[in-house]
């Protein structure tokens, strides 16, 4: 008995998902941070102020206070360069990989969603909104900001606009295809439908709530952690991303080429 071959090029071939499958965007992302962390700690202490001046965030920099002016490293080009590399630089493991986490779980979905070009604009669209809310609540401070958070805030409050389109109470972030493949919503909720839906509206408020508890009540020290929590720059970026993900976001129809709400993966193309 003769065992039928498999025809690749017939157009309902489905592509096998990758054992080690991470968006590039995301990927390259983990690298820079993880980059960035290790020659940080195996630096001197005048490098490691050296890199902190050059690639923090400094409220005094841009709203000093008083009328004081230092001179800081880079000029004006820093000015615009340390929105966007203040969220490489971590103080510590835990930080680390607590956002690593946070970026694999809700990047690899925007990083699908959107494509590479429109994943890194709104990610550091959204660092830059959260380092501008920290700044100008804290004008004058001479305190550091760094870490990916606010931008990764972006990408939760981005998400907030169509994972809970799926079903589950964590909507698409747990949904999966057929073939294994992570399963996103295609569709959008307009800002009004995402604060009224239930589902959406729940997540926003106790992520709201978190950084509330943590940020300006001092919690966090309770559970070891060193340094001030940024609040106000997660709150920035979560806004943004609320806000701004239609921007970004264009909507496609579903891989079978109906108005259908999920994409259950990837189908292959004809081999030429």
Not at 73 to 82: L, N
Not at 97 to 120: H, K, M, P, Q, Y
Not at 136 to 165: K, Q, T, W, Y
């Amino acid at each position: 008995m003769s065992v039928p071959e498999v025809n690749v090029n017939e157009p309902d071939a489905r592509r096998e998902p990758p054992a080690f499958n991470v968006p590039g965007p995301v990927l390259a992302l983990l690298m820079l941070m993880l980059a960035v962390f290790v020659l940080f700690n195996n630096s001197s202490e005048e490098m490691q102020a050296a890199m902190i001046g050059w690639l923090a965030v400094f409220p005094a920099r841009y709203l000093p206070a008083g009328g004081e002016i230092y001179a800081w490293p880079g000029g004006v080009a820093g000015d615009g360069w340390t929105l966007i590399t203040y969220t490489f630089m971590h103080g510590s493991w835990t930080h680390l990989i607590v956002n690593s986490v946070w970026l694999l779980a809700f990047g690899s979905a925007l990083a699908r969603r959107l494509g590479a070009t429109r994943f890194f604009l709104f990610y550091f669209v959204c660092g830059i909104a959260g380092a501008w809310l920290h700044i100008v609540i804290n004008a004058g401070s001479l305190v550091p900001v760094v870490g990916a958070s606010a931008a990764l805030s972006g990408l939760m409050g981005g998400a907030a606009r169509f994972i809970f389109l799926a079903d589950g109470p964590l909507g698409g972030l747990m949904l999966r295809g057929p073939d294994g493949r992570p399963a996103m919503p295609r569709g959008r909720m307009s800002l009004g439908e995402a604060l009224t839906d239930r589902r959406s509206l729940i997540f926003i408020v106790v992520w709201m709530g978190i950084n509330f508890l943590f940020g300006p009540t001092g919690l966090s020290a309770a559970f070891g952690a060193s340094g001030l929590v940024a609040w106000e720059a997660h709150m920035g970026g979560f806004l943004a991303g609320l806000l701004l993900f239609g921007f970004f976001d264009p909507l496609q129809p579903s891989a079978s080429g109906g108005p259908g709400n999920v994409d259950y993966g990837e189908w292959l193309k004809p081999r030429r």
